[in-house]
């Protein structure tokens, strides 16, 4: 196994990571005004801070996306809008010349035939090199715990309790707090879009015929709907976790 930065892909690699991308998470991320604005200029700015895991035939297993950003405050006081503040604070820092402080992870992806098999430890562990050989302080990573799309109208606080087995029932919680990671806070307004009602109904392949709370698969918290205003609106809470 072996990582490369995103300068290094060649076309074939590069169309993996796409296809990726494109597989390993709900379609209303991909609504999402902001990244739709951002990421391209993420991956023209930070090419050296998106790394992928390949293995020896040349297979992608896995990759982290992440960039560098200024932080003056104190964890305890991080943006309730964690994702979204992240990604454009990066790159507004580095439009604007600031010195960034802080490493910032915006999501780890393992290719679903390659899960369960340790590769996002390795990811990790790989970040955590990188923050090490920088003058970064910390790799800050706002989480979107993996099975809390089954428990949508629970809020992150209660869900960030939940245990089975006396242990915490997230997977992806677990794979973190066992690699190093402090829990920060609750981030209650991570990731937020919203659209007119067609905006949704693609989204849903569906007529919406009432407001209230609609459940989209795969979305962390119900998209609100509001006929007579012709609006929805989704907001989906992360986790703020640290690195030192």
Known sequence: MHFLTLDQLNN????????????????????????IRNWPKLEQYFPKQ???????????????????????????????????WMIVKGITDYENGNHPNYLGGLQVIVLKKHQGRGYSKIILSHAK???????????????????????????????????????TYDPWIRTHLSGGAQIVKV????????????????????????????????????????LENNIGRYVEANIWVKYD
């Open 187 to 226: 981030c209650t307004d991570s990731m937020t879009i919203q659209g007119d009602v067609p905006f949704w109904e693609k989204l849903f392949d569906k007529k919406i015929n009432s407001s209230g709370q609609h459940v989209l698969t795969g979305a962390l918290a119900p998209i609100r709907i509001d």
């Open 129 to 167: 090199k990188v923050l090490r050989n920088s003058s970064l302080s910390k790799l800050l990573i706002p989480i979107r715990p993996t099975k809390k799309h089954l428990f949508p109208s629970m809020s992150m606080e209660e869900y960030l309790l939940k245990q089975e087995q006396n242990k």
């Open 12 to 35: 074939v690699q590069i169309a993996q990571y796409k296809q990726a991308i494109a597989r390993a998470f709900p379609r209303v991320l991909s609504a999402s005004s902001v990244i």
């Open 50 to 84: 998106q790394h992928f895991l390949f293995s020896d035939q040349g297979e992608l297993l896995g990759f982290i996306n992440s960039l560098p950003f200024h932080y003056a405050g104190s964890l305890e006081d991080l943006p309730e809008n964690g994702w979204d």
